[in-house]
């Protein structure tokens, strides 16, 4: 808020009056962010649908295909990848955005290997390289909604989580999915942190597990993952706030009773098990109607309204027909 209005000031002062060329500009901004919320300011469906953006040459390349899973590349432009590699939240490796770009590089992402187990026929561990082989790898581009209030549009290169667990074939006694990921204190200094409760775990219904938006990811902007971003796979939920996704998965265990997850144990009334991502319920401490997109800084950036589910309604609403969303946060 102004400064003069809090203490009581309604009349513009002067450096409010708006210049001509300054309400002229917006107005253009206004046609442009109009356009935003449409989703094509800048970036085309043409350009969307193509490749989704040039490899930033850092890391070694991931070959993908385009995804034609329905809702799986969005219109939106993507986040630099600077801006994705160095606002982070990865909190084995501390708790400023800026941590893990700066203390990631002691994880070790080979050899790697993820452990599926628990109510499934045929558990199994499975090697990175052998996971990396299991399904077509495909680009695909989400949006990212952190539940702190911030967006992100990051081009990943993965296949849906189905595909594998399809292959340990999930017994009748499978509802949910637990999803747990290394705690190494020799490799990440934030363990030695009582944040949370480590290692970092996770939930989903088995529906939601299922779905072929949920993403088993490897890479970002047509590379391997940065370590950072949760090297050498990780979970990516687009329509859940982004504490779903949890990074550097080492186990992945079919359960019968619905998981409690690292933040819910932090912060039971903060974060719920579904947290869908929902502009109408609040975080009991800050407004969930709107975010920040990182990267729109500038003057003229404004907050973009939150959408329900994050935009991905039409694709995964129906598996929370009936259900209190109030209630189920
Ligand atoms: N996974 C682990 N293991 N540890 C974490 O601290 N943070 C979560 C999620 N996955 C986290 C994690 C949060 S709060 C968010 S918003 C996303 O990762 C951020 O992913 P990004 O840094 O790739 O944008």
Redesign the pocket.
């Known amino acids: 808020m102004h400064p003069l209005k809090d203490r009581g000031y309604q009349h513009p002062i002067s450096s409010e009056i708006t210049p001509r060329e300054a309400w002229q500009s917006r107005r253009q901004w206004l046609q442009a962010a109009a356009l935003a919320g449409t989703g094509l300011a800048g970036w085309t469906a043409r350009e969307a649908l193509a490749q989704p953006a040039s490899p930033p040459g850092k890391l070694p390349r991931l070959a993908a295909t385009r995804s034609g899973v329905a809702g799986a590349i969005v219109m939106d432009r993507p986040t630099a990848y600077e801006d994705?590699t160095r606002?982070?939240?990865?909190?084995?490796f501390g708790t400023d955005k800026g941590d893990?770009n700066r203390l990631a590089g002691s994880l070790q992402t080979r050899p790697w290997t993820v452990s599926i187990e628990g109510a499934v026929h045929k558990p199994r561990s499975f090697g990175i390289d052998d996971l990396l082989k299991l399904a077509p790898l495909e680009d695909r581009i989400y949006r990212?909604r952190?539940?702190?209030g911030w967006s992100?549009v990051?081009p990943w290169v993965g296949y849906s989580l189905a595909q594998l667990l399809r292959q340990v074939e999930p017994t009748g006694n499978a509802k949910y999915v637990e999803f747990v990921?290394?705690a190494n204190p020799a490799q990440m200094p934030?363990l030695r942190r009582g944040v949370?409760d480590w290692?970092?775990h996770?939930g989903l219904r088995l529906d939601e597990a299922m779905h072929p938006l949920t993403l088993l990811a490897f890479g970002?902007y047509g590379e391997v993952l940065p370590k950072?971003?949760?090297a050498p796979v990780?979970?990516v939920v687009p329509w859940k706030?982004?504490?779903?996704?949890?990074?550097?998965l080492v186990k992945i265990r079919l359960v019968e009773q619905q998981p409690v997850s690292?933040?819910t144990q932090a912060a039971p009334s903060e974060y719920g098990f579904y947290s869908n991502v929902n502009p109408q319920v609040d975080h009991p401490r800050w407004s969930q109607a709107s975010e920040r997109r990182i990267g729109e800084d500038g003057l003229f950036a404004r907050k973009r309204p939150t959408l329900m589910f994050n935009g991905y309604e039409a694709q995964v609403g129906s598996l929370y027909a009936g259900m209190d969303l109030k209630k189920y946060y």
């Open positions: 994705i606002y982070n939240n990865f909190y084995e893990p990212l952190c539940v702190e992100m990051i990921t290394l934030g949370l290692p970092y996770e970002l950072q971003n949760g990780r979970l706030y982004g504490f779903k996704s949890a990074k550097s690292s933040w």
